[in-house]
């Protein structure tokens, strides 16, 4: 299994608390991403990084912010957390090759009360 | 905008028999597909590549297909087991950066 571990794995907070999930990766790839997965939606991406530094919106990005000052590191961020955004969280990693598939975390349950 | 269909209904099949699971999509022509396994609590596991350029390809019990015409992309698990219980994903590049779209998937359960 590629090294990614995502922390915490579960969490229950309140609305307009912030919060902030990591992810951490032993495999020295180049490519990050985040996705939430609710029933009825399937895996939707929020934020990615090709390099530390480098990150890029993807289709849910509002109400995120993503930080990456590692090649290792990916912090997700909800800045003021609503019910909403309740959902399982997944990190996910690739190599920089063309054509080369998502490694994913264990996820976290994020729930906003 | 481009759009990806998996049955959402639940497939229930035999042991022993074959799966056959469905991806379509559609406004698009993907250069390759793939197929992840998730099982419940899990991420999603990386199966099998598929490039526009093979019809087929194989991997033990595991065989996927892609038809360009029909937009088409089919997953088959020969000699099913219950094992192979889990929702299963088709998932088409969306840009650069290695990204791909995932399909809502389809929850087979293969029984004794």
């Known amino acids: 299994d590629a090294g990614i571990t995502q922390s915490p794995r579960h969490k229950v907070t309140e609305t307009g608390t912030p919060v902030t999930l990591r992810c951490h990766q032993t495999e020295n790839h180049r490519y990050m991403y985040w996705y939430r997965q609710d029933p009825g939606h399937g895996l939707r991406l929020i934020h990615y990084?090709?390099?530390?530094?480098?990150?890029d919106k993807g289709e849910v990005s509002d109400g995120y912010s993503v930080s990456r000052s590692k090649t290792e590191d990916f912090l997700l961020t909800l800045e003021s957390a609503t019910s909403s955004q309740t959902s399982v969280y997944f990190c996910?990693?690739?190599?920089?090759?063309?054509?080369?598939?998502?490694?994913f975390g264990d996820g976290t349950r994020l729930s906003i009360l | 905008s481009q759009k990806i269909e998996q049955n959402s209904e639940a497939l229930n099949i035999q042991e022993g028999k074959t799966a056959t699971l469905t991806c379509n999509y559609t406004?698009?022509?993907?250069?390759?597909l793939q197929w992840y396994r998730q099982d419940p609590g899990r991420g999603p596991v990386f199966l099998l590549l598929i490039r526009e350029n093979e019809k087929e390809k194989r991997k033990e019990r595991l065989k996927v297909t892609f038809d360009t015409t029909l937009k088409q992309s089919l997953f088959h698990i020969t000699a099913s087991q219950p094992a192979d219980s889990a929702t299963y994903l088709c998932a088409p590049p969306s840009g650069g950066y290695q990204k791909v779209t995932f399909g809502t998937g389809t929850k087979l359960q293969v029984i004794p």
């Open positions: 996910a990693i690739s190599e920089s090759q063309d054509n080369q598939p998502q490694h």
């Open positions: 406004n698009y022509s993907p250069a390759y």
């Open positions: 990084s090709y390099g530390v530094k480098d990150t």
